[in-house]
């Protein structure tokens, strides 16, 4: 597995190993909630204890005004939000007063989620879209200045990393709004068809048609940018490389990554949303406008259940597939049985008697009567005037003849020995045989 | 009609898309503006295939609900009754379809919702019934898995007629073609005038009568029926034709043709319609 693929795991792991988990009721939100916004509105970055109390008193008396104990209560929200990191003390003055509280980050994220109706829309976009731009060029300039590593690093990689990256994140944040936003107006369409049907058709429409309108916008300013963007990125890579700046290059993929995936957003919703437009536009004009009253889905509920008259069939065309024969292949006649009638037995025809034999043990006879007394001298004279061909296999019976009409003695260890060209012979004495005729 | 890009016939014939549009309307296939080529070229040829079918004995329907199909109307174009269990389903899909809830999902359904819709409308012993018409006595289990394999069944018959799309393993895209279910209702609430109408046309043809029924494969039990079911036809319509063809089966067709044809042998034994003339 690769570095990229395991670090996901690996950060899994090490959240599941940690057992991160939050749990936060209604009450709960709400109090982060109103902490956030007097947080905006007072321009106050930490709260005193009993500012806390008293946020959670107001939260209290708008949604449970009936609750009691509301200060004992407010104690423990305060505590069940440090536990799970949503509060942090920011005095660091511990015993000796009491202290100073701030939201965290994980805090304002949960809220802003709810807070903030952070939609993507065409001028939105792209606004984002040529702050990237500004700020790409500017970087592109930046990186062509810079005469060092060091220099084009905290002139270019910095930035990359945060001020770019932001703006990126923030229009997919935005996308994400969007999102929803297309959620809730398929929800919406839904409930005006049940709650209103007919009188639904026009707002339905203004629905599908304002969402249709923004994706188109946002698609084409996606389409028309992002080329231009990522083109722009490769530019301040190369520079930034050209300086021996480190890790320009994860930066810049990173964020052609992204900006890429913005695009493919764009495509995507476009062509589901158009999926959807068609379909609930087919439903207002052919159920919609032609069943006003709904009439139709109660005659048919009752035909479906059984309380209507005669029973029916729809009729369809259902021409089987076309019959395609295999090949016809003769069967293969089979011979009938029969009686040969030619003789079975041949001929007895006279034949030359094969005298090899006869010829090959006198010979040897004749060898070892000459004196010969190992079986490579005697393989050697009996195959030697042979032709070329006959004289390996004939070695093999020179050995057989040998040990008929002599004594045969060996080695232990039995030594090979050269007996002819190519033939090599494990190596016996061989002694003439008094028997032997 | 519109006025057509083909001026003959034989122009239809030649474009490439009518060889597939051709044999899929002879299947029964009914084609919408989801089957955008092939749509596209009924639209265009629509002038000139008309007279074409109406030669071969079937008519070139096209209705408002923005959807094609072959309506065969003589003896040259087999055709077939859908069975009970596709009815069944397909009512119950059209009532889906007529569902404004089912706008949030852009009418994707699935086997599951199309079944407790079923149970919802028509009772849960009566979907039983209708769908194992031949047992008196049943097995409770064994009755509700034959449900289930008859729905699911059905569904893929459906889809192989273009009544819905099949996009996922458990999950269908409702089509226009499926307002065929309503057309008997749609006139008016008394049903027996537009019956009697598309019965002439030979759009909808009656049920045959209930067959005799018989004691089922089930263990032992009490009846547990409460009334006759929903579209009170029993079995599969039977082969209705005094033709020596019609006796035939369709189904032993299957294996000789070009496609692979997937069926359920025990479920083709009660679903399979046989009307053929």
């Known amino acids: ?437 | 009609m519109t006025a057509t890009k083909f001026v003959t016939l034989g122009d239809a014939v030649l474009d490439e898309q009518f060889p597939p549009v051709d044999l899929a309307l002879r299947r029964g296939r009914h084609v919408d503006r989801d089957d955008a080529e092939w749509f596209g070229f009924l639209r265009d040829a629509a002038d000139v295939l008309e007279p074409f079918y109406r030669r071969s004995g079937a008519e070139l329907v096209y209705r408002a609900d923005g959807y094609y199909y072959l309506l065969p109307n003589g003896d040259k174009l087999t055709k077939r009754q859908l069975g009970i269990a596709e009815m069944l389903v397909g009512q119950a899909l059209t009532l889906l379809y007529l569902d404004p809830a089912n706008v949030e999902q852009g009418g994707r359904v699935t086997r599951e919702q199309v079944l407790a819709h079923l149970a919802t409308v028509m009772g849960t012993d009566a979907l039983i019934r209708a769908l194992n018409p031949k047992r008196r006595k049943y097995d409770e289990r064994v009755a509700q898995e034959t449900v289930r394999a008859r729905v699911a069944d059905a569904l893929r018959r459906l889809a192989a007629l273009g009544f819905v799309e099949a996009v996922a393993a458990e999950e269908f895209k409702l089509r226009p073609a499926l307002m065929r279910f309503a057309e008997p209702v749609r006139a008016s609430a008394d049903s027996a005038d537009a019956l009697s109408r598309l019965v002439a046309s030979g759009e909808v043809a009656f049920a045959p009568a209930e067959p005799e029924t018989e004691v089922g494969g089930g263990p032992e039990g009490d009846e547990t029926g409460d009334g006759p079911a929903p579209n009170d036809g029993g079995d599969e319509p039977e082969p209705t034709s005094a033709e020596p063809m019609a006796a035939l089966d369709v189904s032993v067709f299957e294996d000789f043709g070009f496609e692979d044809v997937e069926a359920s042998t025990e479920l083709k034994e009660n679903d399979e319609a046989g009307v053929l003339e």
């Open chain 1, 1 to 437: 597995m690769d570095e990229r693929a395991e670090e996901p795991s690996r950060l899994i792991q090490n959240l599941a190993g940690r057992a991160i988990a939050l749990e936060l009721g209604s009450l709960d939100l709400c109090f982060v909630a109103a902490l956030r916004l007097r947080s905006r509105t007072s321009e106050t970055t930490s709260f005193s204890e009993q500012e806390l109390v008293d946020a959670y008193r107001d939260v209290c008396a708008l949604t449970q005004p009936e609750a009691s104990g509301v200060a004992r209560r407010a104690t423990a929200a305060i505590q069940r939000l440090r536990d799970q990191r949503l509060l942090s003390r920011v005095d660091g003055a511990g015993v000796v007063r009491s202290g100073a509280y701030a939201l965290t980050r994980l805090a304002t994220s949960i809220v802003d989620f709810y807070l903030e109706e952070e939609a993507l829309t065409g001028e939105s976009l792209t606004l984002l879209l040529s702050t990237l731009h500004a700020s790409l060029v500017e970087l592109r300039d930046q990186a062509r200045a810079s005469t060092t590593s060091r220099e084009c690093s905290d002139r270019v990689v910095g930035p990359l990393r945060v001020t770019i990256r932001d703006l990126v994140d923030g229009i997919e944040r935005r996308q994400r709004g969007l999102d929803l936003q297309q959620e809730r107006f398929q929800q919406e369409i839904s409930k005006l068809l049940s709650a209103d049907w007919f009188d639904a058709v026009a707002r339905c429409q203004d629905l599908l048609e304002e969402t249709t309108t923004t994706l188109r916008e946002l698609n084409a300013v996606l389409l028309r940018d992002t080329h231009t963007l990522v083109t722009l990125l490769e530019d301040i890579r190369e520079l930034a490389e050209d300086r021996g700046a480190p890790d320009a290059n994860e930066a810049c993929r990173r964020l052609s990554e992204q900006l890429e995936r913005i695009a493919a957003w764009g495509s995507a919703r476009q062509h589901t949303w158009s999926e959807y437009y068609q379909y609930v536009h087919r439903f207002l004009r052919d159920v919609v406008r032609l069943d006003p009253t709904r009439a139709l889905t109660e005659r048919l509920r009752a035909e479906l259940g059984g309380k209507a008259g005669r029973s029916y069939s729809l009729v369809v065309a259902t021409q089987p597939p076309l019959v395609v024969p295999r090949e016809v292949t003769p069967p293969r006649e089979r011979p009938p049985l029969e009686r040969p009638r030619a003789e079975r037995e041949k001929p007895l025809q006279e034949a030359v008697p094969d005298e090899r034999d006869h010829a090959l043990a006198a010979t040897v006879q004749a060898v070892l009567a000459g004196g010969a007394r190992t079986l490579s001298s005697v393989t050697e004279a009996a195959v030697s005037p042979l032709p070329e061909g006959e004289r390996f296999s004939t070695a093999g019976r020179v050995a057989e003849v040998a040990a008929r009409l002599a004594k045969v003695e060996s080695a232990r260890e039995r030594p090979w020995t050269r007996a002819d060209e190519g033939i090599w012979i494990e190596e016996w004495s061989l002694t003439p045989s008094a028997n032997e005729k």
